[in-house]
């Protein structure tokens, strides 16, 4: 379960692009005293007409609704209705830039297309409508209800593009979580690593760890396979989405619910009190440690019900998702530096293979990490570079992996009114680098080095993750953060490592647990010995 839980992870582990389509802002302006305005989101092609990017340079137009028409031919409605207004009709029967044609004909100098389907890009072959020169928009039909509803029958619009900002402020918290979660997850690897240590030392204690550990070590030899695994299970997710995606929602739920009880119940096994158990078939369990396991259960199917509420259900999913990252960096253990080198390269050239190099080889030429990962577009697809309506029906392509860390986007601009509101970063990004942290944590407890490497390592994630949200910024475009967190967090281990002179021992790891090893075979054959001893005399 660990190990598939990890491998979406690293699956989508990178930021999420934004939607390709262009998004503007409708803003409406009732007629009352004073009057009452309200923003609605579009979608419109920037290649067929720009729009202003501020209220300061944009015209207002009486709005015409026209909804009852879908605008294909001329006939449909009355002479001069449209004069210099805006006008708003339905989807459907005709191309968007038909539609267009026929309504600057009839003297409208503004074209909105209501779509009861989910918001898609406009797509139409512009070089058979030079002529059309006014501004042609597609808005979600509930909007124009509500805009009835709340402005009144006599409304002024106007369309505008607000630059997005250069910064978002959910980014920082975006940050903070993600070097909270690494630098927790590496010291509680170290915890576990200190226990381990002393119940060496400590013979009686040495049965009762060995119940209690769950860890799970990855040789160079796993770490192959395991990156083979990562691809061949990212091709099926490119084909297969719409049904994989449900099994994934449902492993990670249950995925979630085990890592926020192990999260939880090590916090509360350091509570001296409420230690009362329950005594069933030979067996005794503490009663608050039931409690517990209700809880996290319950955490998680309210937020497989509820996942697809915006408003608060990402806050959920961020705690079960902190909770996951954390299980797994302490669980998985990377048992010297070679084996970390392997696995960051690799799942490095992964992340840039499927992200840059794909896109020469897929037909529609996307990226196959940012098409499974974004999920595809609503109620709509492509065919041949064209846009094909569907029927609306909710189904899994509104379904989004649930392997993310998701924010509010904090500034205004129009993607806050459109389909993506939500600054994203995969558990890729945090339980990947979280596993050299870990492994940091522990060669520091083995050698008693003062957290030296941990500390060095957990600033370079740091580092990284701001480097990433600044080219992020300078290219406004998804990046894989792994291309950025890997060169920083594996240079400054080897650096530290070379300037104490410890790379030798740095890059084969702690032998203790061969040691150990042996020490407990050791012990095994002793007793056996003495246990063979009373029978042979």
Aim: aromatic content about 10%.
């Amino acid at each position: 379960m660990r190990a598939v839980g990890l491998l979406w992870a690293v699956v989508c582990g990178l930021l999420l692009p934004p939607v390709t389509a262009d998004e503007g802002i409708l803003h409406a302006s009732g007629s009352g005293v004073p009057p009452v305005t309200k923003d609605y989101c579009i979608i419109y092609n920037s290649n067929w007409v720009s729009l202003p990017n501020s209220l300061d340079n944009a015209t207002f137009r009486a709005l015409e609704n026209l909804t009852s028409t879908v605008l294909c031919s001329s006939s449909e409605v009355p002479s001069g209705i449209m004069k210099d207004k805006a006008v708003v009709v339905m989807r459907g029967n005709c191309t968007f830039l038909e539609k267009a044609r026929i309504a600057q004909n009839l003297g409208a100098k503004m074209l909105l297309i209501a779509s009861k389907p989910r918001l898609s890009p406009l797509s139409d072959n512009k070089t058979d409508f030079e002529d059309v020169t006014l501004p042609v928009a597609l808005i979600r039909y509930s909007d124009i209800v509500d805009m009835e509803l709340t402005l009144g029958s006599e409304v002024n619009v106007t369309l505008y593009s607000p630059p997005l900002p250069e910064f978002d402020y959910s980014m920082v918290v975006i940050f903070l979580i993600a070097v909270f979660t690494v630098a927790l997850g590496g010291y509680w690897s170290g915890v576990a690593e200190l226990e381990n240590l002393k119940a060496i030392a400590s013979p009686g204690e040495r049965a009762t760890r060995r119940k209690k550990e769950e860890n799970v070590t990855f040789t160079p030899v796993t770490v192959i396979l395991f990156v083979v695994i990562c691809c061949v299970m990212l091709v099926l997710l490119y084909f297969f989405y719409k049904w994989l995606v449900y099994v994934i929602i449902s492993v990670f739920c249950l995925a979630s619910a085990m890592s926020l009880y192990n999260c939880l119940a090590a916090l509360i096994g350091e509570i001296p009190f409420g230690q009362c158990r329950l005594a069933c078939c030979n067996k005794s369990i503490e009663v608050r440690l039931i409690f517990l396991a209700a809880f996290c259960i319950a955490a998680a199917v309210v937020w497989a019900v509820f996942r697809n509420e915006d408003r608060w259900a990402w806050i959920l999913q961020d705690i079960l998702g902190v909770a996951f990252c954390l299980n797994f960096i302490k669980t998985l253990k990377m048992p010297n530096f070679k084996s970390c080198v392997i696995l960051l390269g690799l799942l490095l050239l992964y992340d840039v293979f499927f992200v840059f190099i794909t896109p020469f080889i897929t037909k529609n030429g996307a990226s196959i990490m940012v098409e499974v990962a974004a999920g595809p577009f609503g109620n709509s697809e492509k065919n041949d570079g064209n846009l094909v309506e569907v029927p609306t029906e909710r189904s899994a392509p509104h379904e989004k992996l649930p392997v993310v860390i998701r924010v509010p986007r904090l500034g205004y601009s129009a993607s806050t009114l459109c389909d993506m509101p939500f600054s994203l970063l995969g558990f890729g990004d945090i339980i990947v680098p979280g596993l050299l942290v870990a492994y940091c944590r522990r060669f520091d407890v083995q050698t008693s080095s003062s957290s030296v490497y941990y500390i060095s390592c957990t600033i370079a994630y740091a580092i990284g993750m701001v480097l990433t949200f600044v080219v992020l910024a300078l290219m406004k475009m998804g990046q894989p953060a792994l291309l950025y967190l890997v060169p920083c967090t594996l240079l400054t281990s080897s650096l530290v490592a070379w300037k104490r002179k410890e790379m030798k021992k740095f890059w084969k790891g702690s032998s203790y647990q061969m040691m150990e090893h042996l020490d407990y075979t050791g012990n095994e054959e002793s007793t056996a010995s003495a246990s063979e001893q009373p029978g042979g005399q």
